[in-house]
């Protein structure tokens, strides 16, 4: 049995590109740190760990969360982050000539101590193309790949949420979380909902799955998330029903995401999918629908920004059972843990 700060130390130098590339070892390692963090937020022992470094944070898309919370971490760790984008640099594409992703991330890995990526659906062509984006970096960084997104996961998301849920539900094994597509005027990723599907179960909790047809996930990751279901003795069910799936569930994941047709000809048709999914407006986590739940008493879970209205009522967002700002919150914790582990000096 190794001690915990050796189990730590064993993290250094770790990608994180989803949550199922590590072990169930692995996470609670950083699990347990994150609470840790949480409880010691400007006191904790590796306050230190990233003095003088610097995170370097690439973001394709816009965000609040995740830009606050990694550049928060950094100087809760001592250290600095700096916020990136693509056209702040001359990288190759399909249609021009630029620097390589090799060569950027040789470089890349001289300066920083880690390098995060946000690459999310509209600057990918098809699916699958930002997840190949960030295991080439991962080829040829020397320093650690951090998701903060892409178009498949999103890893520090999932560690938040079960931060979250470990905080309102103690032990999650045998609970059982609802995910649910909510109808949505954005056109989301799959990634939010991905990494709730092959986390929750490492940790025991049941999954309920319900889409309208023609909402597939990732056949794989579903497929994948069976297995870890299987593995803690978990159930996972799937359903196209909008109302019954809620009966006797312990949380609520309500989140909009497109569907497998919303890329084609190169590109991603967001307003298509938009028009699409308004015609399902009886898919919303509202009130009368919560009282489904297990003892009318079930949690509402959501990665944020929310599309209020649509993939959830006010009332259930703003209610007290909705533990999105504690989840926000806790991606702050998650991460500080990710870049202690896997960057800092511990
Ligand atoms: N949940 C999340 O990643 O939020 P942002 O898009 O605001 O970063």
Redesign the pocket.
């Known amino acids: 049995m190794l001690a915990t700060e050796q189990k730590r130390k064993l993290l250094k130098g770790k990608d994180l590109i989803t949550t199922a590339d590590w072990t169930k070892e692995e996470l609670d390692v950083a699990l347990e740190l994150a609470h840790e963090m949480k409880a010691q937020r400007f006191t904790h022992p590796y306050s230190e760990c990233l003095k003088l470094k610097t995170f370097l944070m690439f973001f394709y898309n816009p965000?609040?969360?995740?830009?606050q919370s990694f550049e928060c971490a950094s100087n809760e760790l001592s250290g600095s982050a700096m916020f990136l984008e693509p056209k702040a640099m001359r990288l190759k594409t399909a249609t021009s000539a630029g620097e390589t992703v090799e060569d950027a991330a040789r470089v890349m890995s001289r300066y920083g101590v880690g390098i995060g990526l946000r690459i999310l659906e509209d600057k990918i062509a098809s699916y699958g193309e930002g997840d190949d984006l960030l295991r080439e970096y991962a080829q040829y960084s020397d320093v650690p790949i951090i998701s903060m997104?892409h178009d498949k996961y999103?890893p520090c998301?999932g560690l938040a949420d079960m931060m979250g849920m470990q905080e309102h539900m103690g032990d999650v094994k045998g609970k059982t979380c609802l995910v649910y597509w909510g109808h949505g005027a954005l056109a989301r990723s799959w990634c939010?909902v991905q990494e709730a599907l092959l986390l929750y179960p490492r940790y025991g909790m049941n999954i309920v799955l319900a889409h309208p047809e023609g909402y597939d996930l990732d056949p794989e990751v579903v497929e994948k998330s069976r297995e870890f279901c299987k593995q803690t003795g978990a159930t996972f069910t799937e359903t196209n029903d909008p109302v019954e799936c809620y009966k006797n569930v312990d949380i609520v994941y309500s989140r909009n995401w497109m569907s497998p047709q919303a890329y084609y000809g190169g590109e991603l048709h967001k307003q298509e999918e938009i028009e699409k999914s308004l015609k399902y407006p009886q898919w919303i986590c509202d009130e009368d629908k919560m009282k489904l739940t297990r003892n009318g008493k079930g949690l509402f879970i959501h990665?944020?920004?929310v599309d209020r209205g649509h993939e959830v009522s006010d009332e259930v967002c703003s209610g007290p059972r909705s533990i999105i700002v504690d989840v926000a919150e806790n991606r702050l914790h998650a991460q500080k843990s990710v870049m202690a582990l896997t960057m800092g000096d511990i």
Not at 63 to 67: E, K, L, P
């Open positions: 965000s609040v969360r995740t830009r997104a999103h998301q939010s990665p944020m920004p």
